[in-house]
């Protein structure tokens, strides 16, 4: 890994294209493929000892994650979720609540959970139903328990770089970028997508380590003014196919945050991201697949940002024990 100003060694999870992956990207490939599953491997393990530590102090993590209705989008997100769990020894619960459910039983469901000292984390899986407003919920999980990083509070953190528990996604992205032989100070970024939990999130990240960043959104007239002068290239937007190689500077690093499901041509639904990546990987130094890329290190980030929380619970409630004594 890198230290905190991005300076130094390739981390773990740098794999080299293989012939067999060469072949699959196409001719003529530059990219070396970022090995996300490596990624995700690596912080598994860093949370699997701290979950031991926890739990001989009393303290074994619990994630508690909440859909409502019927949502494919989170599905898959959710048993990713529970196999790192179950492989990190930090017990799950995924809870599922009919589309009837209104805002107030869904709050004082999670009133109950932040009250609950069993309970140290909460993930509302996106996307609620239309009577339920994502924002009505971002203040819901206490600041302590919030390990998705939706809180104002969390995301608030960012921006005075004090990075506690930070949106999934977003760390993740910022994570793998970190992994590779890139001095972050100073390295021209461009981030396509300007959402609330990731693309404003990695901005105000990657200038916490000193980069420079130029944000595009569906406003932004030329993109590829912006992305071909970029070192760095993260996208997320939720369209297959939005970046090409011709967007890239030679060499550039990209990091495709999209997770877009379409039928290919024999009618099988498969898992796409925002890059053409035939031609990005032509011109790319660096890219990370989709599945494969980004996917697996955002559930090791919600993993280590339970594991993290759990921690934070413990030494709370010990200032606030040993304050009584
Ligand atoms: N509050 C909330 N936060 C989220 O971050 C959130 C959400 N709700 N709802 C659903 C979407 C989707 N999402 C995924 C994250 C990782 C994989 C993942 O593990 N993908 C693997 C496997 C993909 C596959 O098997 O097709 C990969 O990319 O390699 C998938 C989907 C997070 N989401």
Known sequence: MVDRAGNGNAGAGRARLTPRRRKKAG???AATLIDG????AGMMQ???AEVAELEAKGWAPRLVSISVGDVAAAELYVRNQRRQAEAAGV???ARNYPNTISLEQLSGVIAGLNADPRVNGIIIQRPLPGHIPVKALQRAVHPLKDVEGMHPASIGNIVYNDLALGPCTAVAAVEILKTLPLNIEGLDVCVIGHSEIVG???AFLMMGLGATVTVCHHMTRQVAVHSRAADAVFVAVGRPGLVTGAMLKP???LIDIGINRIEGPDGTARTVGDADFDSCAEVAGWITPVPGGVGPVTVATLLRNAVLATRM????YSRAFAAEQ
């Open 27 to 29: 001719a003529g490939v």
């Open 37 to 40: 599953k490596a990624i995700a």
């Open 91 to 93: 017990a799950f619960e």
């Open 313 to 316: 619970q413990m030494d709370h």
């Open 251 to 253: 060499g550039a690093a």
């Open 46 to 48: 860093a949370a699997r």
């Open 200 to 202: 404003k999130p990695i």
